[in-house]
């Protein structure tokens, strides 16, 4: 039996709108695969539905699809987080190379950055801003999506931008500099640049790691930057499930598969602009304590916006 016309009508319309709502579902969750449970729950419920009178399908789409994604938000913030078996649990999803269409979806660094500050907001923190910020969504959409006054949808999304650019510990020259340390060390680990790594390594630098990170062959301190930056080369596939952030202020690492904060790396920079000291840890505490923040734009970037 086929189906009704007005429902064939209304699926090329939803399959039209697909990418925008799986666009959606992504910013609001992190997540290629729980972006298209969402996208398909807001189908079902749409095609469920009478949308005779609707006369703005791509919004009404919108909030259906938003509700669906705020609905995961909630339940995965009230199931606690497992924490890491093991190294070789970390290394296995760090490694793991996101499927290809969650790559278009994550364009770039800033992105991952952006996905791993957003999932230690609230549920109803991250949608508001998500929606109004990046969507442009009317914050009188929003509140009536979380049940809240138009008000309170706006105070929600303030708070979340405090929240995502919290101000650096560092005076602002310093802190551009620093920043760009770190990012060049990230970028010099990931791609095993031994060269690179000991110009931006003080030759006393120490690294300091927890012991449940690692295995019992690797010291939990190592000192020197021959033996810091060759020992790169076994974690490269960590590093490049890294973002650069401010942690409590300071440019520092996180290792996030998938947008998860799971190790941080905390930088120290001396007044050599070198680095003296890196602390790396997966302490779940240290973890849920930490303010992590984005970057300030480069100043190019400011003044082009």
């Known amino acids: 039996m086929s189906a009704p016309r007005g429902l064939v009508d209304l699926a090329r319309r939803f399959d039209a709108d697909r990418p925008h709502l799986r666009s959606v579902a992504y910013q609001l969750l992190g997540s290629a695969a729980d972006a298209d449970d969402a996208v398909q729950a807001a189908w079902l419920k749409a095609s469920r539905s009478d949308a005779g009178e609707i ?25 606690a987080e497992r924490p890491l078996a093991d190294p070789d649990e970390l290394d296995r999803l760090a490694a793991a190379a996101a499927p290809a269409d969650e790559a278009a979806l994550l364009a770039d660094s800033v992105s991952q950055a952006l996905l791993v500050v957003l999932d230690r907001l609230s549920p109803a923190q991250r949608v508001a801003f998500v929606l109004h910020d990046a969507f442009a969504m009317p914050f009188e959409e929003i509140g009536g999506l979380l049940g809240r006054s138009p008000a309170a949808a706006k105070k929600l999304a303030s708070r979340a931008r405090a929240r995502l650019h919290a101000p650096p510990a560092a005076p602002p020259g310093r802190a551009v500099r620093h920043l760009e340390v770190v990012q060049a060390f990230l970028a010099a680990s990931a791609g095993g640049d031994i060269a690179t790594l000991l110009e931006l390594l003080a030759p006393d630098v120490v690294r300091r790691v927890d012991p449940a990170l690692v295995g019992k062959e690797v010291p939990t301190e190592l ?17 490049r499930a890294g ?9 520092g690492i996180v290792i996030a598969p998938r947008g998860r904060p799971q190790v941080l790396l905390r930088i120290g920079i001396g007044a050599d602009d ?21 970057p300030a734009p480069a100043q190019g970037a400011r003044d082009a916006g």
């Open 223 to 239: 000192r020197g930057a021959r033996r810091v930056a060759e020992e790169t080369r076994r974690f490269a596939g960590r590093a």
């Open 55 to 79: 006369t703005n399908l791509t919004g009404w789409f919108t909030t259906i699809t938003a509700r669906e994604a705020i609905d995961q938000l909630r339940v995965r913030k009230r199931r």
């Open 243 to 251: 973002a650069v952030l401010l942690v409590d202020g300071l440019p």
């Open 274 to 294: 070198r680095i003296h000291t890196v602390d790396i840890t997966g302490n779940p505490d240290d973890l849920r304590r930490a303010v992590l923040a984005l």
